[in-house]
């Protein structure tokens, strides 16, 4: 081959590399960061997260996918990812609305609570007409190989967080699931858990997801959502203030 062929098809191998390239970043990356991020302030110290799963979600492409919702602190609205953010050295509230039915973990380990204050979670049940299940719990586990109660999990394994996230009423669940996202209390059982950790000091991205084997219909339970920001795991990120 001459030294003016060899040289164009270089070219033309490097400018296919670079394409490719170009192509996943745009395509896979920066479709992902297209998500919106729901910003949370804190007040004395203090902020307060609101997360719900569902059993399916309002995106065209993946309808039937389980997923989380963040609701947006000003306008009330939830949104559909999982792309959050919230100051360094700051107690986090969280509260998560549990829309979805059970499914067990692989590894029960995670039916544990850890890493929030005290090592407990809050959880009260409410069935479809708003009213209140029995009291409200304070407990360290919420067993899913015992009986049906764990929808997902709330996981950042950074620092150390790891909770099960109640399902609603066995019972109502199976006749009156949310059938339609972003879930509203009004119509559909819930659970109501409520949790705190504190966040470090320095800012950084966490990951955090699902560790409940949800990605129906992928093998194993774990592709699909479970894989996917904006279904099943998420970035939390901490702003160093
Ligand atoms: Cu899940």
């Known amino acids: 081959m001459s030294v003016p062929a060899r040289v164009a098809a270089l070219i033309v191998a490097f400018l296919v590399v670079v394409g ?6 745009v395509y896979y990356i920066g479709g992902q960061s297209s998500l919106p991020t729901v910003n949370y302030a804190a007040s004395g110290g203090q902020v307060n997260v609101m997360l719900q799963e569902d059993p399916q979600n309002n995106s065209s492409s993946k ?11 000003a306008t009330r609205q939830w949104v559909h990812t999982t792309l959050f953010s919230v100051p360094a050295h700051t107690t986090v509230n969280v509260t ?15 039916s544990g ?11 009260t049940q409410f069935n479809q007409h708003g009213k209140r299940l029995g009291p409200t719990r304070n407990t ?10 764990v929808g ?15 399902s609603p009423d066995a019972r109502l669940s199976a006749d009156d699931l949310c059938a339609s996202s972003p879930c ?3 119509g559909n059982p819930y659970s109501l858990e409520k949790f705190s950790f504190k966040t470090p000091d320095h800012g950084g991205l966490y990951r955090w997801q699902c560790l409940v084997p949800c990605g129906g219909g992928y093998l194993d339970g774990n592709s ?4 996917t920001v904006g279904y099943m795991m998420g970035e939390m990120d901490v702003v160093a203030r």
């Open 113 to 123: 609570v850890q890493g929030t204050v005290g090592g407990t979670v809050s959880v």
């Open 63 to 73: 309808p039937d996918w389980v997923s989380y919702y963040v609701q947006d602190p």
């Open 184 to 186: 509203t209390r009004q």
């Open 140 to 149: 360290s586990t919420i067993n899913s190989w015992a009986d049906c109660n």
């Open 152 to 166: 997902h999990t709330f996981a950042i394994p950074a620092l150390g967080v790891y909770v099960p996230v109640a």
């Open 224 to 227: 699909g959502p479970m894989q």
């Open 96 to 110: 998560i609305y549990g829309y979805d039915g059970c499914t067990p973990l692989r590894n029960n380990f995670f």
């Open 20 to 25: 490719l390239g170009a192509f996943v970043a």
